[in-house]
């Protein structure tokens, strides 16, 4: 089956822009996750979603960075008035149950570059 | 807090010899531990998971990881390499429900032929 998707696979843009990425994660997976991905940082988390519950958003790295999930399925991560430092591959991740044996299922990511 | 180190950024092994890539952890409670290749331009690949009984857990592409509670590490082995396993691996851990992973920086593999 498909597998988790993002789009765009390539995002270029100039400080001080807003960036939406979005994210469409396997079909009746209830869990999804956004990472990030940057030189030196290795992968970081941002934010988690699970079915209904409110949003984990200890990850985000500031109040610039915002997500949301619409009708339990695809999601979009916005950040406003984009920084250099944001810079980064962005990956969306989802799983069929948050349990804690589950592995996550990563998309492709969105390369994200601030001019 | 949790965190995972991965103490190497390069290993590297000539193709048919044994690779280890090695990863260390530290968790409050039982770890649910995780193995993750990348390619290239690619997202990340799941491995293998140890999440209880043998210590030994067989995975995708011939890989094998070892998971030793008393050392806390999870090294991912394959006993003969190929060119085509060059890539990023990074080590992954949780210890409860609803969390994210928290990974390693990665080690990048690099089999030479």
């Known amino acids: 089956g498909a597998g988790v998707s993002q789009s765009p696979s390539n995002k270029v843009t100039e400080k001080g822009k807003d960036v939406e990425l979005r994210c469409d994660p396997i079909?009746?997976?209830?869990?999804l996750y956004w990472y990030r991905q940057s030189l030196g940082q290795g992968l970081e988390f941002l934010i988690y979603?699970?079915?209904?519950?409110?949003?984990?958003k200890s990850g985000l790295p500031s109040d610039r960075f915002s997500a949301e999930r619409t009708g339990g399925s695809v999601s979009t991560l916005t950040i406003q008035r984009t920084q250099q430092e944001d810079s980064a591959v962005y990956l969306c991740?989802?799983?069929?149950?948050?349990?804690?044996?589950?592995?996550?299922?990563f998309g492709p990511g969105t390369r994200l570059t601030v001019l | 807090a949790q965190s995972v180190a991965q103490p190497e950024d390069q290993v590297n092994v000539a193709e048919g010899n044994p690779l280890t890539v090695k990863c260390t952890y530290s968790?409050?409670?039982?770890?649910?531990l995780f193995w993750y290749v990348q390619y290239p331009n690619r997202g990340l690949q799941f491995l293998l998971k140890?999440?209880?009984?043998?210590?030994l857990v067989k995975g995708s592409y011939g890989f094998e990881a070892e998971f030793n509670k008393s050392q806390t590490s999870f090294h991912l082995k394959k006993p003969s390499a190929l060119v085509s396993d060059s890539a990023l691996y990074f080590c992954?851990?949780?210890?409860?429900?609803?969390?994210?992973?928290?990974f390693g920086k990665g080690t990048t593999l690099s089999v030479s032929s």
């Open positions: 991740a989802s799983t069929e149950l948050a349990g804690r044996s589950n592995e996550q299922f």
């Open positions: 079909s009746g997976h209830t869990a």
């Open positions: 979603f699970q079915g209904n519950s409110a949003p984990d």
């Open positions: 968790v409050s409670g039982n770890p649910y």
């Open positions: 140890y999440i209880t009984g043998d210590n």
């Open positions: 992954a851990v949780r210890d409860r429900p609803r969390a994210a992973l928290i």
